[in-house]
């Protein structure tokens, strides 16, 4: 009799435990962190998200307390989409990663978004530039994070016209983010009065840029937009200083992070305007995480690394909220609640995937304005979130029903 | 010999049940290329620097049959096949009248020019390449989606191209080409049309790596540079010069040498994986000519006292 | 398109060439003299910039020292590789000499990628050649012009060499008849290491010259090095004026070609050496085969 009583108290305790633990496979979250972790966009992204993740995940663990594991798987995708659409299928097929997240690189982040659609598990862009992410290409399982090209040219673009830079000439990297980069730029100039007085486009990624920038220099336009990044925009500025321009015209990095400020230095940036979602050196919330990251990779967080930290904390809070890793069910918890943290006060996810949140413009300072290492750039305004990013109303995205 | 291929088919339909298909189903397309790649190098002497323009392109043109066309799989393969093939009769009609090193380097550039297109044409999507390929339903009726039905569709079609090459090396048009390989005068003053040979047989190995391409692009979903670009190219011949120039497994065995070896390796040791490549090139050249079938089967044929010749063939 | 825009891209397309000719220089020398295909020749250009680049991390040597030095140590580099591996390749298919050079090519890369990164580091400009001048139709850096002063000085004097001296000379016996010339007394493995060795100082020179102006960087080889052989192949494989006229050919070619499409400067090569294939199959100034 008593054995029959303890074994069913034994079945009902069980079935009574077993919902909790079923919903979170195996109980344990593994987040995947695809990048570029050897090639031209590695000083950016690369080894600093790893480490940004790896710390998002001790925080929690250690803040939270949560019931379930955390592992972090990584990979380098060398920016090119098969390898990160391969490596993505087989996270997801293989070895149950629940999200992928970081994706550098425009052509990564689509290839990927794409497979974690068709594999029903989450997308967490939080290194890519282009607007298709969260408008033409846009799909409910992913989010983008931290920046987008649209919010970098209205941040940058529309304050060099208003000083007077009128006239532009592009100089494009030849793939998906050189062209969003130029066509969100263009339309920014124009709206603000200004012109566009052509554009070219230079293989990617490239290293002699000198007939680029001869052409720029042969069209008399006041401002040379570079929409290129990373490795490709240092040479390009490293030669346009070579070739003499900046006698006569001015170089716009529409796309610039810090760690590209720091190879080239402030002979070659200063005054520069740029626009980036996070600044080490802005308040005493952001000094002290950037300063806990320096001190293991001996380099000042980026905008994307801190991004990534941002996202991957909202994510395990969502998981740990719904005791779940179920896609949709992790991603209308993200949706619901506001992001704030050191790098996004405020922030909130929209229906197309978009995480809007306050932008800066800053301006690189002169070398003799500069205190020490790392220290570049003056915060001229704070873009508020809803002025920063491409309103829904304009939206090219068929999840956003319009009315 | 009959018995170790239905061994072979059989370890073929258990494996996906224990290994990962769709690494299964990459080795297989390579192999497959790897195999036709072989039908001109090791059996025609031809070395081609440029197969990556019929594999890739063929994977191009099968994605965008799957995708925008909405083809069928077994029809966007034809298609792809096709592609290769024609590309393989206009290079080859191009490239046959030299030999040599200047073989390589016509086949080289007609490659490059087709890696230009590949970036330059819109549908081609350049650098993202053309991703979403839907796998479709084999003959409108079995959905391809399954990992495991695909690989077994993968497996068919591989199967049916060794074959068709086992059959091609073992016919006489085979042996006219080995003929014409280990001494060309002396086929000519035979009376071969030694052209038209060398012609048939880049046809030939040009559609079959075409099929391995456009199945590639269905196994992956995607299409892109990667496949046209001439590092592919020398990744095939790595491939053979590794299992064994000239003989029928060794390009097989070469490919899943090589992909495994990525595999493992490319997460743990990142670059190390193109230095451990160089090395092997290096290594083959020098020491191993053979490559691992070579050497096989040459140890195989000294253990039984039979003259070597006969059973692998030589480095020249 | 104004004809200071198409003045001022020929001039850098010149600039171009000069150095494509300085590159395909080596590799037409090891061709012509060897027969061998030497894959590497990228590799080993690269080899040359690092050289410079940590010549002047490690022993704080510049520029010009590191003009010198990186062609020594190269070519002690090509010594081994001839004497210890390609040497034994001399009696097989050529194809067999380019697929070693090709391993060692992927050696090379894969080594200095994994202790480099691909971002490419910078190499400054020397001091002695900062700045330009404004020619009229374009502001042109003084380096550049320095690039093309020595290339061709260096083009010149080692086809020179090879045409025109005794030492020359005796290379082209010792290739074309190796016996009959090893019976004259003279030297011919000897001749052939040095030969191999100097081809690809030459590519290390090249080197050197490009460091200042591209990122030095493990991939600068390889994505060069189908181009460099289109040169020589074009100029005709044996013929050292060849590929120095195709070279500087080649650079303006593909300064035109970016003026009026700039997508496909990568790809005209290609298409000229598939015509020149057809027409004249032993290239421009090459001997029949």
């Known amino acids: 009799m008593r054995f029959k009583v303890l074994a069913l108290g034994a079945a009902i305790s069980t079935l009574l435990a077993a919902p909790a633990h079923a919903q979170i496979s195996d109980n344990v979250v593994r987040i995947g962190v695809l990048t570029d972790l050897s090639g031209l966009y590695s000083d950016l992204s690369g080894p600093g998200s790893v480490l940004a993740t790896q710390m998002a995940i001790d925080d929690f663990v250690a803040k939270e307390k949560p019931s379930f594991k955390i592992e972090m798987v990584t990979a380098d995708h060398q920016n090119k989409a098969d390898i990160a659409s391969n490596k993505a299928r087989e996270w997801f097929e293989r070895d149950k990663v629940d999200i992928a997240s970081e994706l550098v690189t425009t052509s990564v982040g689509l290839a990927v978004q794409k497979i974690a659609k068709e594999k029903n598990k989450i997308a967490l862009n939080t290194a890519t530039a282009s607007t298709r992410i969260t408008n033409e290409d846009c799909n409910d399982v992913t989010i983008h994070w931290t920046y987008d090209t649209y919010a970098l040219a209205s941040g940058t673009a529309r304050a060099i016209v208003k000083q007077g830079g009128k006239s532009w000439y592009f100089v494009t990297a030849d793939y998906a983010f050189g062209h969003s980069l130029e066509k969100d730029a263009s339309e920014i100039v124009k709206a603000s009065g200004g012109t566009v007085v052509g554009a070219v486009r230079h293989p990617f990624p490239g290293n002699d840029f000198s007939s680029y920038l001869l052409r720029a220099q042969g069209s008399g336009a006041q401002v040379i937009g570079l929409a290129n990044a990373g490795g490709d925009l240092i040479n390009t500025i490293k030669q346009a200083a070579e070739f003499g321009v900046s006698q006569k015209q001015s170089l716009a990095g529409l796309l610039m992070f810090i760690s590209d400020v720091h190879s080239l230095g402030l002979n070659l940036t200063q005054n520069m305007y740029l626009t980036e979602g996070f600044y080490w050196d802005l308040n005493d919330e952001t000094r002290a995480w950037s300063k806990r990251f320096f001190e293991k990779q001996k380099r000042m967080p980026t905008m994307i690394h801190a991004g990534q930290y941002s996202a991957i904390t909202h994510y395990l809070k969502a998981v740990k909220a719904t005791g779940s890793d179920d896609t949709q069910k992790v991603l209308t918890q993200m949706r619901k609640t506001r992001v704030n943290d050191f790098f996004a006060k405020n922030g909130e996810i929209r229906e197309d995937g978009r995480m809007v949140h306050d932008m800066y413009l800053l301006q690189v300072k002169k070398p003799s304005e500069s205190k020490a290492p790392w220290d570049y750039y003056h915060v001229r305004a704070t873009i508020p979130g809803a002025e920063a990013f491409q309103p829904l109303s304009a939206s090219r995205c068929p999840l956003i029903k319009k009315s | 010999m009959r018995a170790r291929y239905i061994l072979l088919i059989l370890l073929g339909i258990a494996a996906p049940f224990f290994i990962y298909p769709t690494f299964l189903m990459k080795i297989l397309c390579f192999a497959l290329f790897a195999t036709a790649f072989n039908l001109l190098l090791g059996f025609g002497g031809l070395l081609s620097f440029g197969h990556a323009a019929f594999f890739g392109g063929a994977a191009y043109i099968c994605a965008t049959a799957s995708k925008d066309w909405g083809l069928t799989p077994e029809l966007s393969i034809l298609i792809g096949g096709l592609y290769a093939g024609t590309l393989g009769a206009l290079f080859g009609w191009l490239a046959v009248r030299r030999s040599g090193i200047y073989f390589a380097m016509i086949t080289l550039a007609l490659a490059q020019l087709i890696f230009f297109l590949a970036l330059q044409l819109p549908f081609t999507g350049g650098e993202e390449g053309i991703q979403g390929v839907p796998r479709g339903r084999l003959l409108g009726l079995v959905d391809l989606s399954d990992n495991v039905a695909m690989y077994f569709f993968v497996l068919a079609v591989c199967c049916a191209g060794f074959w068709l090459i086992h059959r091609t090396i073992h016919s006489p048009f085979g042996n006219a080409l080995t003929a014409i390989r280990e001494n060309e005068a002396r086929a000519i003053s035979l009376g071969y049309d030694v052209s038209r040979y060398k012609l048939l047989a880049f046809i030939l190995s040009a559609t079959i790596a075409g099929v391995a391409g456009a199945l590639k692009a269905l196994v992956f979903q995607l299409a892109t540079l990667t496949d046209v670009h001439w590092h592919m190219s020398g990744q095939v011949v790595l491939m053979t010069l590794v299992g064994g120039l000239g003989t029928i497994f060794g390009p097989a065995v070469g490919a899943i040498t090589i992909v495994s070896l990525e595999n493992q390796l490319a997460d743990r040791v990142g670059s190390w994986v193109t230095v451990i490549m160089g090395f092997m090139f290096v290594f083959c050249v020098l020491l191993f000519r053979r490559g691992i079938v070579g050497e096989f089967n040459a140890w195989r044929a000294a253990r039984r006292n039979v003259g070597s010749a006969a059973v692998s063939s030589d480095a020249r | ?289």
């Open chain 3, 1 to 289: 398109m104004s004809t200071q825009a198409l003045l001022s891209q020929l001039l850098l397309g010149l600039i171009n060439g000069s150095f494509y000719a300085i590159l395909s220089l080596g590799l037409a020398v090891i061709f012509g003299l060897l027969n061998i295909i030497n894959f590497a020749h990228g590799a080993l250009y690269m080899v040359g910039a690092f050289c410079a680049l940590l010549a002047m991390r490690w022993l704080g040597i510049g520029y010009w020292g590191a003009l010198v030095i990186a062609p020594l140590v190269v070519g002690a580099l090509g010594v081994v590789i001839e004497r210890l591996m390609l040497r034994r390749l001399y009696q097989l298919d050529h194809l067999y000499g380019l697929l070693l050079t090709f391993g060692l090519a992927l050696i090379a890369e894969g080594f200095f990628r994994w202790s480099f990164g691909i971002t490419g580091e910078s190499y400054p400009v020397p001091a002695e050649l900062h700045g330009g001048v404004d020619i009229g139709i374009m502001y042109l850096p003084l380096y550049r012009a320095w690039v093309v002063v020595a290339s061709l000085v260096v083009c010149v004097a080692t086809w020179y060499l090879i045409d025109r001296t005794s030492l020359g000379a005796r290379l082209r016996a010792a290739t074309e008849r190796p016996r009959l010339t090893q019976a004259l007394g003279i030297n011919v493995p000897v001749l052939v290491t040095a030969t191999y060795a100097a081809g690809v100082a030459l590519a290390a020179y090249a080197g050197v010259l490009a460091a200042p102006i591209l990122q030095v960087n493990p991939l600068m080889g390889s994505n060069l090095i189908i181009v460099v052989f289109a040169v020589v192949v074009i100029g005709g494989m044996g013929s050292i004026l060849g590929s120095i006229v195709t070279g500087l050919g080649l650079g303006l070619l593909e300064g035109l070609t970016k003026v009026f499409y700039p997508e496909a400067s990568a790809v005209v090569i290609f298409v000229i050496m598939v015509m020149v294939l057809l027409v004249r199959p032993a290239g421009l100034f090459g001997k029949a085969a």
